[in-house]
């Protein structure tokens, strides 16, 4: 038997046929893997295909044999991703407001070739990405790294941030000033990256939207703020900011109903301490930063939340509220 052309490729294509082609359900022979490897214009005997197979394992790919009938059918039984893990991967992807229309396609093509032809198919029903709003910002992809990267460093980083305007277009903010500051998180909250950083200007902790920010540059200089994230709590820095808006952190009383305690648990945590008031009702405190958005939080719960305290707290509520109904 001559030759093929593509001889000290065998191995390779021959793994790459049984990763594509078999799976617990899709099985194939060594006569069938012979003639695919002849597509790649490969020639084969048997007992080379079987030593392949063998010598697949010691590359973690895990081949099972099975004997039907007169015939031995050999399929892949454990991969890098399980179906399963595959379509976890995929749905957080589609998911992620911050990772754009044409990147999330790319990405979902790449972990399409972590399971079986015959599995990818199963996956197009989650391939297509529903009609919802997606970051338009392609460059935020990158800039995750090079915040990364900055971090990993210990170094400052500059960069321009923008918003956007009536006509739909990005625009800069702080007159197209380039913002220096010193990058210590990333936090994903409300589908939007977050950088939470401590700005040398104002000495304090703000956080920026990754998909606004353009232009990021590492600056050669050592990062300020140590002090404050030394003890910095992210997850509690994100229960206290909703919708990642800043405001001055206050502790705050507020009164529930009973049956709206599993809404302030799945905000704040099961670390609340719940203090009956009557039968149907109970107070806690809790750390937020106080802003609008907070107010109108409370606002969504309807009249079964009220806030108690602090005093002047409770005034600027009051005050949000009465400016909210004289829009009406």
């Known amino acids: 038997m001559p030759r093929g052309t593509n001889q000290k490729f065998k191995f390779y294509y021959t793994m790459k046929i049984m990763l594509e082609m078999t799976d617990e359900e899709h099985s194939i022979t060594v006569p069938q893997i012979i003639k695919e490897l002849e597509q790649y214009e490969i020639t084969a005997e048997r007992k080379s295909v079987y030593e392949d197979l063998h010598d697949m394992e010691r590359f973690g790919i ?7 009938g007169r015939q031995t059918f050999y399929h892949v039984s454990a991969r890098e991703f399980e179906l399963p893990e595959a379509k976890l991967l995929i749905d957080a992807i589609q998911s992620s407001k911050f990772i754009t229309r044409t990147k999330s396609h790319e990405l979902i093509q790449k972990i399409k070739g972590f399971v079986s032809k015959y599995q990818a198919r199963q996956l197009q029903r989650q391939v297509f990405i529903a009609n919802r709003v997606k970051t338009m910002n392609e460059s935020v ?7 990364h990267n900055a971090i990993n460093q210990n170094k ?6 923008f918003k956007w305007d009536v006509n739909k277009k990005l625009v800069p903010r702080h007159d197209g000033l380039p913002i220096c500051v010193s990058p210590w998180a990333l936090t994903w909250d409300d589908e939007n ?13 703000k956080h920026y ?10 600056i050669n200089e050592m990062r300020e703020g140590k002090e404050l994230f030394k003890g910095f709590d992210m997850a ?3 229960r206290a900011t909703f919708g990642m808006y800043g405001g001055e952190e206050r502790t705050v009383r ?3 109903e009973n049956s709206l305690c599993g809404v302030f648990i799945d905000r704040f945590g099961k670390d609340i301490i719940f203090s009956p008031v009557d039968d149907d009702h109970s107070e806690f405190f809790v750390k937020v930063n106080v802003s609008p958005q907070f107010f109108g939080w409370i606002f969504s719960l309807g009249t079964g939340v009220k806030l108690l305290s602090p005093d002047d707290v ?3 509520m009051k005050t949000a509220a009465r400016k909210f109904l004289e829009m009406y």
């Not at 400052?156 to 941030?161: C, G, Q, W």
């Not at 939207?209 to 590492?218: A, G, L, N, Q, T």
């Open 62 to 68: 895990e081949v099972m044999k099975e004997q039907i």
């Open 141 to 147: 992809y990158y800039n995750v790294d090079e915040i």
């Open 156 to 161: 400052k980083i500059s960069f321009e941030y």
């Open 193 to 205: 990256y977050y950088l939470v950083a401590y700005d040398d200007f104002d000495k304090k902790i």
């Open 209 to 218: 939207r990754v998909d606004k920010m353009m232009h990021i540059e590492v």
């Open 236 to 238: 509690r820095y994100s």
């Open 254 to 256: 507020i009164l529930t």
């Open 314 to 316: 409770v005034a600027d």
